[in-house]
């Protein structure tokens, strides 16, 4: 049972314009949210997280958005860039089991 | 530099044949995880560890065996590989576990035949 579920396989956007990827979850003991961003043959890297005691987290570009009675979180990156082109994951941790959960993974295309 | 170096970055074998991927940090990180990526399943989490000779099993443990003796390292042991761990393999590490960014490494590419 997938218990973080990220729906788009892919995602392509205009250079400049809004990028929004979602992500859903099941287990409400999750706390903890994270995003990463991954390039060909290179390791997932850290973008932007989101304790579920908040509704936003902004860093740059890069804004975190989540909804806990839905069970849901976005990220949205404005403007997006061809650099941004990538394969996004979203996770989940519950604090107290010391685990994460990983999403399938969204590739986004930022088009020049 | 602050990094997690994992080796070999590709491996192929055969089935049966007990092989070791080996995970080093140097960020001082109490908590170190392994990970394998297959196409439509993401990330799974296979073995993680809070802090030295403390280990747990994650998603997928099932084949694998981890060990942590020292702060800085945590390999990933396959006893007897089989072909179904043909995968990318992923080890990466964090301050604590749970509420911080985890560090991943390059990878592994690893065929079992």
């Known amino acids: 049972d997938q218990q973080v579920k990220q729906n788009s396989p892919s995602l392509s956007v205009q250079e400049g314009r809004i990028s929004i990827l979602n992500c859903d979850y099941t287990?409400?003991?999750?706390?903890?949210f994270l995003w990463y961003k991954k390039y060909p043959a290179e390791g997932p890297t850290f973008l932007i997280s989101?304790?579920?005691?908040?509704d936003k987290n902004e860093d740059g570009r890069f804004t975190v958005f989540l909804n806990k009675s839905a069970k849901h979180l976005s990220l949205h990156i404005v403007p997006s860039q061809p650099g941004d082109s990538a394969v996004y994951f979203c996770?989940?941790?519950?604090?107290?089991?010391?685990?994460?959960?990983f999403g399938t993974g969204t590739r986004l295309k930022v088009l020049a | 530099e602050a990094q997690v170096t994992q080796n070999p970055r590709y491996l192929i074998t055969v089935t049966g044949k007990k092989l070791t991927v080996t995970c080093s940090q140097n960020m001082n990180h109490e908590y170190m995880s392994w990970y394998r990526q297959d196409p439509g399943l993401g990330l799974r989490q296979i073995y993680y560890?809070?802090?030295?000779?403390?280990?747990d099993k994650g998603d997928v443990p099932e084949g694998y065996k981890v060990s942590r003796k020292e702060k800085r390292n945590f390999p990933l042991i396959l006893e007897s590989p089989s072909p179904n761990q043909t995968s990318l393999y992923f080890c990466?590490?964090?301050?604590?576990?749970?509420?911080?960014?985890?560090?991943f490494g390059p990878g592994t590419r690893l065929t079992v035949t």
């Open positions: 560890s809070m802090n030295v000779e403390v280990t």
């Open positions: 990466a590490s964090s301050l604590d576990g749970g509420r911080y960014e985890q560090y």
């Open positions: 287990n409400s003991m999750f706390d903890y």
């Open positions: 996770a989940a941790s519950d604090s107290g089991t010391y685990k994460y959960i």
């Open positions: 989101i304790s579920s005691i908040k």
